[in-house]
């Protein structure tokens, strides 16, 4: 089964599809299981027909595009003789004419749909076209992201609770820490995003435990999170990317950070940031 929180990806794809596209109506939604997808976003539907089909593998416009892995699309959906028609009922409710699909593929497995339509039977345009392949790409990049988050929650969650892991392990960590600390801006989920920053601080609270450190120093979140990008040999363009500020800002919290360490480089600030407890 898709997480709940899954839905705000396609939801903020199906927006810029909308908005990009100029298609009047857009929906879609995740695979529940490997044959079966559930419409659970729709923007700029007149009814609530659509809301909560569930389209199969090889039905309808939708499940041919699962069925087959690829973009397909109908200039009339009623009298098209290339698609079943077990869906005309929902559609013919909304008005629908000219729609095309498009599956959300990650790792060669379909995950999704997202539609594209308009009430009038007319010609879909390449740009159109474009711009609903675009918006199934954007979903499948999230995916990718929350999947790859999860895997790395799931393995940390175990490390942190064994209090005798050998001290290798830790190194381990460390490297795992960056990694989140950087997908974190990439999350649309506010909640996962708050769990996988909650799970960075445990992260940095358990292998700075692991550090003596001979003084107290005490840094702002910010800086702590240019550091974290610093010690992956991220520059000052690429932290302010990853962290969605500007530049010269990454560059005054990393002097502030370098200050407060009693640092003179980049590296030094990361070395002893880290015998102070404050990075993995």
């Known amino acids: 089964m898709p997480e709940p929180g899954e839905a705000v990806e396609m939801r903020a794809a199906l927006l810029r599809l909308r908005r990009t596209s100029g298609l009047p109506v857009v929906f879609g939604g995740l695979l529940h299981d490997v044959r ?11 009814t609530a027909a659509l809301r909560g089909l569930v389209i199969s593998a090889g039905s309808g416009l939708g499940g041919k595009a699962i069925a087959l892995s ?15 028609h077990e869906y005309d009922t929902a559609v013919a409710a909304e ?19 997202l539609y594209g339509a308009l009430r009038d039977p007319l010609t879909l345009g390449d740009r159109t076209f474009a711009a609903a392949v675009s ?21 940390t969650r175990e490390q942190v609770a064994d209090p005798d892991a050998p001290p290798g392990s830790w190194e381990h960590v460390r490297d795992v820490h960056q990694e989140l600390h950087a997908l974190a ?43 974290t990008c610093v010690a992956t040999g991220a520059t ?45």
Not at 36 to 46: D, K, M, P, Q, V
Not at 70 to 84: E, M, N
Not at 244 to 272: F, I, N, Q
């Open 36 to 46: 079966h997808a559930r419409i659970a976003e729709l923007n700029g539907a007149r």
């Open 70 to 84: 690829r973009p397909c699309a109908v200039t009339d959906y009623p009298s098209s003789r290339h698609i079943s």
């Open 95 to 113: 008005g629908l004419r000219s729609v095309v699909a498009v599956p959300v593929v990650v790792r060669r497995r379909v995950r999704g749909v």
């Open 135 to 155: 918006a199934a790409r954007d979903v499948e990049q999230a995916l990718v992201v929350r999947d790859e988050v999860q895997q790395l929650l799931a393995a």
């Open 185 to 227: 801006p990439k999350i649309l989920d506010r909640a996962l995003r708050d769990e996988l920053l909650a799970v960075c601080g445990r992260l940095a609270a358990a292998t700075g435990a692991r550090t003596p450190s001979a003084h107290r120093v005490v840094l702002a979140p910010r800086e702590v999170d240019v550091l």
């Open 236 to 280: 000052n363009a690429v932290a302010a990317q990853r962290l969605g500020l500007r530049p010269e800002t990454v560059k005054g919290y990393l002097r502030s950070a370098m200050r407060k360490l009693g640092a003179h480089t980049r590296l030094e600030a990361v070395v002893a940031a880290r015998r102070a407890g404050l990075l993995p």
